[in-house]
């Protein structure tokens, strides 16, 4: 049984991918780390021994500790975060506990670097639809929660990644873009090994609208109807995206807690079945 200042890795992986996910700082040394370079999602790494600096942008917030084994590391590191008011619990048992359980990992190499804020940076076309809201979802709720988003005129996307160090996606001959028939939310999910299963749902109901191919799920028709009425509501592409956040929550817990329900009216006649 957990200690009252432990979350297990059941109960972590309820959070992970959904607006109450904690904050995740994996803290295990760099010995450790270099021998299976993998992150629980939305985790990022930060010394053991400099966690104190961290406590001023941690307030109000949520915070899990994570080193290799669950022990002195990621339990001192909490307490250390509690003592300076913060909600801090270590995920009981680690990264070893997370990869028994055969949750999925991130490819740490297949990360784009932070900037000095500590954020990766991501460039794509202006007036986003469907891949380029889905993506910046993706990327938030599972690589980096403090994740910047730049949306410019599509020809001058690859200009600006290479004048502000910004990662392009979603434009034609770079790395995070369409693959055949699959769309970048799909290569996102390959490349950073997110092997999900709602995920991997909601990707189908993303490649049905985003590529048109509305027989691939019946949702799909759905999702374009939405993303073009907020495309019309918003003028401003972040303010869009905010609210596509919410949109995407929606589509993720209905294809992990919801793909079996369905809603009958009139209630009456429901009973009465």
């Known amino acids: 049984m957990p200690s009252p200042t432990e979350i297990t890795v059941q109960q972590l992986s309820r959070l992970i991918g959904t607006p109450d996910c904690p904050v995740l700082i994996d803290i295990c040394i760099d010995e450790d780390f270099e021998a299976d370079a993998r992150l629980i999602p939305s985790a990022f790494r930060h010394p053991f021994d400099d966690i104190a600096s961290l406590a001023s942008s941690l307030e109000d917030k949520r915070v899990v500790v994570i080193c290799q084994k669950g022990l002195k590391l ?18 009981m ?92 939310f799909d290569t996102m999910i390959e490349e950073f090994k997110l092997d999900i299963e709602p995920l991997k749902h909601l990707a189908t109901i993303v490649r049905g609208a985003d590529t048109n191919r509305h027989d691939l799920a019946p949702e799909a028709a759905g999702l374009l109807a939405a993303s073009l009425g907020l495309s019309r509501m918003y003028r401003n592409d972040l303010a869009q995206l905010d609210a596509g956040m919410v949109i995407y929550d929606a589509f993720y817990r209905w294809a992990r807690d919801a793909t079996n329900e369905g809603h009958d009216w009139p209630a009456s006649l429901s009973r009465a079945k």
């Open 93 to 184: 048992g680690g990264n070893f506990a997370w990869r028994d359980a055969g949750e999925s990992l991130v490819l740490a190499e297949n990360l784009p670097p932070p900037n000095d804020e500590g954020r990766t940076v991501w460039v794509t076309r202006h007036r986003p639809k469907i891949d380029r809201i889905a993506c910046p979802w993706l990327i938030r709720r599972f690589i980096d929660p403090k994740a910047q988003f730049l949306f410019v005129s599509p020809s001058e996307v690859l200009n600006v990644a290479e004048k502000f160090d910004a990662t392009p996606f979603d434009v034609d001959d770079v790395f995070w873009s369409h693959r055949g028939d699959k769309c970048t």
């Open 74 to 91: 990621s339990q001192g590191a909490a307490a250390i975060l509690r003592s300076k008011g913060i909600v801090a619990e270590n995920l």
